[in-house]
């Protein structure tokens, strides 16, 4: 159980940032998931959390402790792998026992520590055979079993659960939760995948280009995302961005009210709909392109009459509607979000109103 | 390609055998001189069947050997012979495991130049740089010792090389995973590589035992003292006697004996040896 803490932290490789400049504070406890598009950085930040990456400048405090020259094994931490990263020679439970071996843990108490995390995982019948007798979901526990053994100040998770099918992936996000909240070790948990990052955070930390865009709680992120990129990045389908211009003349839009800066609009494909909501609102003509049936819902790709802007839209049920026909969508006012292209940012209070 | 055609497989035996058939016979005629007497091979018609002499030619050969052609008895060049093989794929294989691993896992400064620098040197084989390595041996006064019998053959680009190619394959994570887990440097050469590396090891012995024990020039340079003769320069002594017709049938007998320990070990290690090539265990 520890706090983390980063301080300024940067890293270079020769002339090229590669994250420049983080500052995050994890609560003791606390699973932190940081998520972003490939390259933003995300995974250089927790190697070199985990001491596996030197740090260019800025500080990294595990516990209180200033970590940045400790090798990886004196950080008091635990790492699971992308690829699982278990030593194929060995059996389960030597890989369990290996870390634990290094550190010189009598015999008793690395029984113990094996058994209980054998017992959490479920992988007690499996702790004699050889890596590659498992499938990849049971890897998958073994490595995290590596890590709970040690007992560590913080797990340090790189894309644990990429390499697992869609629908092992979502069986072991929620094991995963479980895991954490019954152990109560404070996690830092890399991902591109946006829904397990919704889904599996205390906080979210959605990085760009080397740098955070937003922190917060997962509703906050979604409810209200800080900058344009944050708006486009989380939520599936992504949030539709139409430029001023483009919605100017609709109806509806004098009442509006928006602040000074603003030129984007950003509007959730589920808060457009197509039947008039009572009380204030947003008309815009479109006509309908495609409609994509999913199950429960559908997703209607629409242009905009007069701009011609794509926008998506995603409606209960199948409705009856013909590609080519024309449509009124409608948006609350509330539901807006409004942005400026230049800084990227939102142009009203980042903080939810009450 | 499964094909059921009988003139097919007909055809795929006779080829088989008729290859097994040409690398068979000289083995087989050295087999049956080696157990012929004195003089039957005077009358130049070379005997197809196997003589009587069979015991009497092998124990003359390994306990007293020919003492008019110089050659000591065989058991003390076989020993010596097997004694240079083990020695010469040992450290082979400890140097080239080593250098491996520096080349692969560490970065230091001219990492790659010292890789290169390895690699040229399988353009050096031993006859090509054998008289500067000859005037060396001589210079420390390792003539006549194992230790200059082995020395200059050890260091191996070869092995170095393969042990690389192999090291390559594994996963970064896997260090990464070891190194979190508290494994120093030589604890993860060790406890990971060493074991990952187990069949690549046998396959590399089985090939360096084998070129170790064929080591003729070398041998043959460095040794005068017939105490280090080893036994495939042993066999060359035997055949050229001063005056007089070689005795064939001893010399057949010390063939039959050096091609022993080399088969043996290909077939006690076949196993592993298959498995090196084949299979990673990843």
């Not at chain 1, 994509?292 to 007069?306: A, D, N």
Request: charged share 20%; net charge neutral.
């Amino acid at each position: 159980m520890a706090t983390i803490n980063l301080v300024d932290l940067k890293k270079n490789y020769g002339s090229v940032p590669a994250v420049k400049g983080i500052n995050l504070s994890v609560k003791d406890g606390e699973l932190i998931v940081l998520v972003g598009p490939s390259g933003c950085g995300k995974s250089t930040l927790l190697r070199m959390v985990a001491g596996l990456e030197s740090v260019t400048s800025g500080r990294i405090e595990i516990a209180g402790r200033d970590v940045v020259k400790a090798e990886p094994a004196e950080r008091d931490i635990a790492m699971v792998f992308q690829n699982y990263a278990l030593y194929p020679h060995m059996t389960v439970r030597q890989n369990l026992e290996y870390g634990l071996k290094n550190r010189g843990t009598p015999r008793e108490e690395i029984d113990r520590r094996v058994k209980e995390a054998a017992d959490i995982l479920e992988i007690g019948p499996m702790l004699d055979r050889k890596p590659r007798q498992l499938s990849g979901g049971q890897r998958q526990r073994v490595a995290m079993g590596r890590a709970i053994v040690r007992e560590p100040a913080a797990f340090l998770f790189d894309e644990p659960l990429s390499n697992l099918d869609a629908k092992l992936r979502v069986q072991m996000r929620v094991e995963i939760r479980k895991l954490q909240r019954r152990l109560k070790t404070t996690s830092l948990y890399v991902t591109h995948d946006q829904l397990e990052a919704m889904t599996l955070a205390d906080r979210l930390v959605v990085m760009n280009n080397g740098l955070v865009e937003q922190l917060g709680t997962p509703t906050e992120v979604y409810d209200r995302p800080a900058t344009l990129f944050v708006a486009g990045f989380i939520g599936s389908p992504p949030m539709n961005l139409l430029s001023l211009e483009s919605i100017a003349g609709a109806p509806g839009f004098e009442g509006l009210n928006l602040p000074d800066g603003t030129d984007v609009i950003g509007i959730r494909p589920d808060q457009l709909v197509l039947d008039q909501p009572t009380g204030q609102n947003l008309a815009l003509a479109a006509s309908v392109e495609l409609l994509e049936p999913i199950g429960g819902e559908s997703h209607l790709h629409v242009r905009l009459t007069g701009s011609n802007q794509a926008v998506i839209l995603s409606v209960p049920g199948r409705p009856d509607i013909a590609e080519g026909a024309a449509v009124t969508l409608y948006a609350r006012p509330a539901d807006l979000h409004p942005f400026n292209r230049e800084s990227g940012r939102r142009t009203d209070t980042a903080v939810a109103n009450p | 390609m499964v094909e059921n055609r009988p003139f097919l497989s007909f055809l795929t035996h006779l080829v088989l055998i008729v290859g097994v058939v040409i690398v068979v016979f000289p083995v087989y005629l050295a087999f049956v001189a080696s157990t012929h007497g004195n003089g039957d091979f005077l009358s130049g018609l070379v005997p197809l069947l196997p003589g009587p002499n069979l015991i009497e030619n092998y124990r003359l050969m390994l306990t007293e050997g020919i003492s008019t052609a110089g050659a000591p008895p065989l058991w003390i060049m076989l020993g010596n012979s097997l004694v240079i093989a083990i020695i010469i794929a040992v450290g082979k294989i400890a140097i080239s495991l080593l250098s491996a691993y520096a080349i692969v896992f560490f970065k230091f400064p001219f990492r790659l130049l010292a890789f290169w620098i390895i690699f040229i040197t399988l353009m050096l084989p031993v006859e090509v740089r054998i008289i500067p390595t000859f005037k060396v041996v001589a210079d420390l006064g390792l003539l006549n010792s194992y230790v200059g019998l082995t020395l200059p053959l050890i260091a191996s680009a070869t092995a170095t090389f393969l042990f690389r190619q192999f090291f390559l394959t594994i996963p970064d994570e896997l260090m990464e995973a070891a190194r979190v887990d508290g494994a120093g440097p030589l604890k993860f050469f060790r406890d990971i590589l060493l074991p990952l590396s187990r069949t690549n090891i046998a396959a590399l012995f089985v090939i360096l035992f084998i070129y170790g024990w064929v080591q003729y020039l070398w041998p043959l340079l460095v040794t005068t003292d017939s105490r280090y003769y080893t036994v495939v320069m042993g066999i060359k002594r035997l055949a050229a006697t001063a005056d007089g017709e070689p005795q064939w049938h001893l010399v057949m007998a010390a063939v039959m004996l050096a091609m022993l320990p080399p088969v043996l070990v290909v077939i006690f290690m076949q196993r592993l040896f298959v498995k090196g090539l084949v299979e990673t265990e990843k």
